[in-house]
């Protein structure tokens, strides 16, 4: 069951700082670029359907000849993501909506893409499931994230600080994502490491 409050309360922080999202990010985009293009280049499709899209970060690397459905939990960020759309000249479905809790029917996409959503998703494990619901058989989830490393100094570094960047950004820190994907039903496939330490990594995975 989806908790009203802590959905809530995540969709007023992404509120408040959706003006703001771009510039605050703008340093690290300069490295996430390349990591987006490569996991959109692994969808089948031709079902796309993109959790989490922000202000449209992922627009530029739609592949042709895909009809994508894009959904994100935020008003301020979908008006965003809505102006980007238009500017890119980009055919998409764009509706505001919650993983926790799709409104799309079983076995409805080929691919579910999601970057850098669920350290930030209220129950992730849901929202997993929820995927797993809407894919159909064979489908496949594709993730870039950033967990809780496992070096045991820097984990308990992030678990300290992690309330402190929840409140400003909006985002954990010390999610376990590998764990979830694995804990939801889904069949993992792979599991990359990209940088240094660990914390950021791109998944694979499919509904059997």
């Known amino acids: 069951m989806v908790n009203a409050a802590a959905t809530e309360q995540t969709r007023a922080r992404y509120q408040r700082i959706a003006p703001l999202y771009d510039w605050m990010e703008a340093l690290a985009e300069r490295r996430y670029q390349g990591w987006r293009e490569r996991l959109w280049s692994l969808t089948r499709g031709p079902h796309i359907l993109e959790v989490g899209v922000g202000t449209g970060k992922n627009m530029p690397f739609y592949p042709p000849g895909t009809e994508v459905t894009a959904i994100d939990l935020t008003p301020g960020m979908f ?3 809505q102006r980007r759309a238009q500017a890119l000249g980009v055919k998409v479905d764009l509706q505001l909506g ?3 809790a799709l409104n799309y029917p079983d076995d409805s996409f080929d691919d579910v893409v999601a970057t850098f959503v669920f350290c930030s998703v209220p129950d992730p ?6 995927i797993r619901r809407v894919l159909k058989p064979g489908g ?5 994230e950033h967990v ?9 570094l992030m678990d300290l600080v992690n309330p402190l960047v929840v409140r400003v950004m909006g985002a ?3 999610r376990r994502t590998v764990e979830n994907v694995r804990a ?3 069949h993992l496939d792979r599991v990359e490491d990209l940088g240094r330490g660990g914390i ?3 998944m694979v995975a499919h509904k059997e």
Do not use: H, M, W, Y
């Open 79 to 81: 008006k965003r993501a």
């Open 98 to 100: 919650d993983v926790q």
């Open 125 to 130: 494990i849901l929202g997993l499931q929820e």
């Open 140 to 144: 496949q989830l594709l993730l870039l």
């Open 148 to 156: 809780r490393s496992a070096n045991p100094v820097l984990g308990t």
């Open 172 to 174: 954990n820190i010390n």
């Open 184 to 186: 939801s039903g889904l």
């Open 200 to 202: 950021f990594k791109l």
